[in-house]
């Protein structure tokens, strides 16, 4: 269940890989052996999407659209705070405690595996905050089949809504990965998917944490979704140590906190 690229974006096939891909054809037609040579080094790069998340083909459409929202277009100076991988021991009471200091929203992006283990960290204490859907062990959804997907949303969903008495009506996948399979459990639960437009950036990339509350401060729009860690290692703890400056700058700027459900109700 280790997490540690949010910041990552899924690797994009680059001309390099279509070359070798002509490569392979070619060398398949004219040189029999070299071929083969050129398709394992091929392959051991870049393996291949399983067929089980990338096709569609047999499926009936789901009869819902899905959204997906990296950001919201509104005039109001909006902000919503999300927080993911939670909740665990480390940090999950430290952000709470810091977003009731302030009497600010936050979304929770829960894990939830993690949220049938740590129930009592959180119960009680969510009444003013939205729960989303992270899956049940930080799975990686672009390489699920249907049926896996279905159970690792499924689960998570019954979890969030026993511990919260509220159903979830947000999916955030792990690292923003996400496969047709994904769209189609989505649509099955009335999920949308939201992303990110402003990420508290890791300590490990050489921020300081002056300079990152400094950047989500600057750099937040009406609207714009902010994705912080409430779980991680210590080079990531920024975003929960320094909550509370981030909050008092933003609201110098004036903005207002929301959950990402009352930042889509802004919407213009
Ligand atoms: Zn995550």
């Known amino acids: 269940m280790k997490d540690t690229g949010e910041d990552r974006r899924p690797a994009r096939p680059g001309r390099r890989n279509i070359i070798r891909g002509l490569g392979l054809a070619a060398g398949g037609l004219l040189a029999g052996g070299a071929g083969f040579a050129t398709e394992q080094a091929w392959r051991r790069e870049d393996p291949p999407t399983p067929a089980s998340a990338a096709s569609v083909d047999s499926w009936q459409p789901p009869d819902r659209q899905v959204d997906v929202i990296w950001a919201v277009n509104t005039r109001r100076r909006l902000v919503a705070l999300t927080f993911d991988d939670g909740p665990m021991e480390r940090w999950t009471p430290q952000a709470l405690d810091a977003l009731d200091e302030a009497k600010a929203p936050a979304t929770f992006f829960m894990v939830g595996s993690r949220l049938a283990r740590n129930a009592r960290?959180?119960?009680?204490?969510?009444?003013?905050?939205?729960?989303?859907?992270?899956?049940?062990?930080?799975?990686?959804?672009?390489?699920?089949?249907?049926?896996?997907?279905?159970?690792?949303?499924?689960?998570?969903?019954?979890?969030?809504?026993?511990?919260?008495?509220?159903?979830?009506?947000?999916?955030?996948?792990?690292?923003?990965?996400?496969?047709?399979?994904?769209?189609?459990?989505?649509?099955?639960?009335?999920?949308?998917?939201?992303?990110w437009s402003l990420l508290v950036q890791d300590r490990r990339l050489g921020h300081e944490p002056a300079e990152m509350v400094a950047a989500v401060v600057d750099n937040a729009r009406p609207g714009t979704i902010v994705l912080g860690h409430d779980v991680g290692a210590a080079s990531r703890e920024t975003a929960v140590a320094q909550l509370p400056a981030m909050i008092r700058g933003l609201r110098g700027r004036g903005f207002e906190f929301v959950t990402v459900s009352q930042l889509r109700r802004a919407a213009i």
Request: aromatic share 4%; charged share 25%.
């Open 121 to 195: 960290l959180v119960e009680g204490r969510l009444d003013r905050h939205e729960v989303g859907n992270h899956t049940w062990k930080h799975d990686d959804l672009s390489k699920l089949s249907l049926a896996h997907a279905r159970r690792s949303i499924h689960r998570t969903h019954r979890t969030i809504e026993e511990v919260t008495g509220r159903a979830p009506t947000l999916l955030r996948p792990p690292w923003g990965r996400l496969g047709g399979t994904t769209l189609h459990v989505a649509a099955e639960h009335g999920y949308d998917l939201v992303l």
